[in-house]
């Protein structure tokens, strides 16, 4: 398969790029790390080096806290719909650089730059929702049963927010947090994922430009992010950690907090099923398994990650699956044909391999794909396994790429069990004509989020999060996703 590595549109070159990246972004001002070092920024598409950015330190973690704290009382006592016009304005910036921001995301991240539109698109609907939110922000009155007093709540920010955010999802991860956080009333520091700063700092330029105080967003990358983190969770003005990223550095983030009893927000790992009944609407089904499976070339914690299809289709599922991945053109994410961009880094291409292998070996048989891209560039070729068992490690783990492992299931009862046969919990696909057996097999599919008959499910206004090893708390949402951000405060008034 013809892998291509175009120059960026309209003969734009990669140096451009470098403007973005200013330095460590805390109080307002634009700084080197402390000890002078840098972390190279790559292409995943070529492999070539593109910018370098500050490597932070635990003294610029610390400076990153005060600059927060210094900005704190002035932000929490902003008007709230001054707080919203600022957002309004991150908003409204966001959407009119959507195509320089979607190359920028598809640059230092490989994604195909339809998927990377979508993001920023996605990413700038967190400030329009919370700007409104912001201003809805209520409290509650009653009386006490026994009648002696009144009981007022009031919601208050939480204080300081530490983010963090992987390279998968560079500016949707970031605003999902920030927006929320900010509408609350809230200063954060973000640290995103050193492969993908780029996004960061760009929308860190952005934000101050849009009106955002100096202190009220921070941002610093590091190579050191245990110590880091851990540094800033120490710091008792900080109250708040919210992160995404993977089940595994979630648990260790978690104990981190434990120790200083910070409030914690966790987006962790997924391992959804997608259920394929006989009564679905197999060409349906079949493009929701492409946007569920293929969204940002499977990088994604939401993406279909065991197929089960009932007997009756099997068959059929598969082939119509393998012609359609099997006809995706492969390539850098900044070439505007491009439908299946690279992965992130050389080690994720090896795991998808460790993967596939370990099925094909327990007997899966490959309809498409299977190997690697040639060439330089982090490439996987869109791939369809069948006959995938149960024992398979990619039934286990999430595979993060663009693999499709397929298995045959017979009844409902089976497939429920085995749906549920995973420590995570995040997301599952369901498709039947069948809207009482959806409804049925929904409830008793443990997962926080399910799409019935859908590809796709995140939505700004949607909760978004997940139940066992997949997460705490949620974001997103009516009220949920700011209220991860805000404490209750109750006062006992005699009558």
Known sequence: MNISHPVLE??????????????????????????????QVLDPSTEAVIAAVPDATIEDAAAAVEAAAKAADGWRTTAPRKRSEILRRCFELMTQRSETLATLISLENGKALRDARGEIAYAAEFFRWNAEEAVRITGEFGIAPSGANRIVVDYEPIGICVLVTPWNFPAAMATRKIAPALAAGCTVILKPASETPLTAYALAALYQEAGIPPGVVNV????????????????????????????????ILLAEAAKHVVSCSMELGGNAPFLVFDDADLDAAVDGAMVAKMRNAGEACTAANRIYVQSGIYDAFGESLARRMSSLKVGAGTDAATECGPMITRKAVDKIGRLVN?????????????????????????????DVPAEAEMAHEEIFGPVAPISRFETEAEVI??????????????????????????????????ALNRGLMSDPAAPFGGVKQSGLGREGGQHHGIAEFMEAKYLAISI
């Not at 470098?18 to 000890?35: P, V």
């Not at 370990?358 to 369809?384: E, F, H, I, N």
Request: proline share 3%; aromatic share 8%.
């Open 220 to 251: 610093l990358t590091t190579s050191n992010p245990g110590p880091v983190t851990a540094a800033m969770l120490a710091d008792p003005r900080v109250r708040k950690l919210s992160f995404t990223g993977s089940t595994g550095i979630g648990r």
């Open 417 to 450: 069990v085995r749906a549920n046969d995973t420590e995570y919990g995040l997301a599952a696909y369901i498709y039947t004509r069948d809207l009482a057996r959806g409804m049925r097999v929904a409830s008793k599919i443990e997962a926080g989020m399910i």
């Open 10 to 39: 309209d003969g734009q070159d990669t140096d451009d790029f470098h403007r973005f990246s200013h330095g460590l972004y805390i109080g307002g001002q634009w700084r080197q790390s402390a000890d002078g070092r840098e972390i």
């Open 358 to 386: 370990d099925a094909v070996a327990r007997g899966a048989r490959v309809l498409c794909g299977g190997k690697t891209g040639s060439g330089t560039g982090y490439y996987y070729l869109p791939t369809v396994l069948c």
